[in-house]
C-alpha cells in the first residue's frame, strides 16, 4: 500500500540524520542514520574525556557532518523519484478500496524546483530555463573558483571577504527559481533568458534593473534606495551602520545578534520589493512611522554620543594622566559603560512595557 506524505516536511525533517527517512515510513533506516550520527558524536566525546586529546572531538564532529550529508543525499534521491499519489476513479463497489494513481502535481512541481534549487541553476534546468540556470550556475561557482584562485595566488585573506557575494547570488537564484515556478502554475508562459539580458533589457525600456537592485540589497538599505524607496532606504542603512557603531563605541558584545537580524530583515525586505517592481507600485514606507516625528530624541542621542566619546577620548585620558591614583580611566571603562548599557536597557524595557498597557488601555476603553 503506498503511503502519502509531505515531501517537503520530510527534507526539512530531515535537519535531524534520519528523522525524514522515519517520516516517510523507512523507520529501520531512518534510526540507523540517526544512531549512528549521534552515537558516533557521543562516543568521540567519551573518548575525548577518557584520554584528554580533543582531536577526537574533531574526528567525531566530522563523521556527523559526513553521514548528515549522507543521509540528506539519499532522501533527496528517495523523494525525487517518489511520485505523488491521488485517489483513483470510484468503483461500482463502494466496499472497495479505491486505488491510489500516481500523477505530477503542482505541489510535487513545486517541491522538486525549491529542492533543485539548493544548487544554483539546477531548479531552472528542471523548468526548461536551461540559459537562465547556466547563468546563475556559471555564475555562482565561476566567481567561487576566480576568488579561491586569487586566494591562493596572492596568499591574502583580504579576497576571502569577497565571498560575502555567494550567499547574494545563492539567495537570488533560489527566489528567482520561486518565482518562476509560480508564475509557470499559474499559467504564464515562462521566457528563457540570462540573468544578463534582465540587465540589458531594464535598461532599454528606461526602468531600474532588478539584476542591479538584488546586489545592491546585500548592503541594507541600498537596494531600497535604487528603487526610489529613499526614506525606507535611508533608515535601513541608518540602523544597520549606527547600531554597528554604538555597540562598538559603548562594547555592547552582547546585542551583537541584532546585527545579522537587520541584514537579513534589509536583504529579505529588498528581494521582496525586487520581485513586485513592474507589476505594482511601490510605496515609499518608512520602517519605522513617525520617525521624523521623534526629531528631538534623536537630536538628543546624537548629542549625548559627542558628549560621551570626548569625554572617552578626551577628558578622562587627560585627567588620568594628571591625576593616576584616581584610576579615572579603569573606573570609566568598568563601572560608567556598565551603568550606561543597564539605563538603556531598563529605559528600553520600561517604554516597551508602558507602551504596551496603554495599547491594551485603548483597546479595553475602544471596546466599552
Keep these: 500500500m503506498q503511503v502519502q506524505f509531505n515531501k517537503l516536511r520530510a527534507f526539512f525533517l530531515n535537519i535531524i540524520p534520519g ?20 552515537g558516533g558524536l557521543f562516543m568521540s566525546f567519551l573518548a575525548a574525556l577518557a584520554s584528554g586529546d580533543d582531536e577526537f572531538v574533531g574526528i567525531g564532529l566530522i563523521g556527523f557532518f559526513l553521514m548528515w550529508c549522507l543521509s540528506m543525499l539519499h532522501l533527496i534521491i528517495v523523494l525525487l523519484r517518489s511520485p505523488n499519489y491521488t485517489v483513483g476513479a470510484p468503483s461500482e463497489d463502494w466496499t472497495q478500496t479505491q486505488p491510489l ?11 522538486h524546483v525549491i529542492l533543485l534549487s539548493f544548487i544554483p541553476g539546477l531548479g531552472h534546468f528542471h523548468m526548461g530555463l536551461m540559459q537562465r540556470g547556466l547563468s546563475f550556475l556559471i555564475s555562482f561557482f565561476g566567481y567561487m573558483t576566480v576568488m579561491l584562485f586569487l586566494t591562493g595566488v596572492t596568499s591574502s585573506s583580504a579576497f576571502l571577504l569577497l565571498f560575502g557575494v555567494l550567499p547574494v547570488i545563492w539567495l537570488y537564484s533560489m527566489f528567482d527559481a520561486v518565482q518562476h515556478i509560480h508564475r509557470k502554475l499559474g499559467g504564464e508562459e515562462l521566457v528563457d533568458r540570462t540573468v544578463f539580458d534582465d540587465l540589458e533589457a531594464g535598461r532599454e525600456d528606461g526602468r531600474r534593473s532588478k539584476v542591479l537592485a538584488t546586489l545592491l ?73 513617525g520617525f521624523m516625528n521623534h526629531q528631538g530624541w534623536l537630536g538628543a542621542v546624537l548629542l549625548a554620543l559627542g558628549l560621551y566619546y570626548i569625554l572617552a577620548n578626551v577628558a578622562v585620558p587627560a585627567l588620568d594622566v594628571r591625576f593616576p591614583e584616581w584610576r579615572l580611566e579603569y573606573r570609566f571603562s568598568t563601572y560608567l559603560k556598565t551603568v550606561i548599557v543597564s539605563v538603556l536597557l531598563i529605559g528600553g524595557g520600561v517604554k516597551l512595557l508602558a507602551g504596551s498597557k496603554n495599547t491594551t488601555a485603548k483597546k479595553e476603553t475602544g471596546a466599552k
Excluded: C, N, T
Excluded at 494513481?101 to 517541491?111: A, G, H, L, N
Design 19 to 38: 528523522a525524514g527517512h522515519f517520516y516517510i515510513g523507512k523507520r529501520i533506516l531512518g534510526a540507523a542514520y540517526f544512531l549512528i550520527s549521534f
Design 101 to 111: 494513481i500516481p500523477v505530477r502535481s503542482e505541489e510535487s512541481e513545486r517541491f
Design 217 to 289: 540589497s546585500a548592503f541594507p538599505g541600498a537596494g531600497q534606495m535604487y528603487l526610489g524607496l529613499q526614506k525606507r532606504g535611508l533608515q535601513l542603512m541608518l540602523l544597520f551602520l549606527g547600531s554597528i557603531y554604538v555597540m562598538d563605541l559603548l562594547r555592547l558584545s552582547v546585542l551583537f545578534f541584532l546585527i545579522p537580524v537587520i541584514w537579513f530583515y534589509s536583504l529579505f525586505d529588498g528581494l521582496q520589493l525586487v520581485s513586485r517592481y513592474g507589476r505594482e507600485p511601490l510605496q515609499d514606507k518608512p520602517v519605522i512611522e
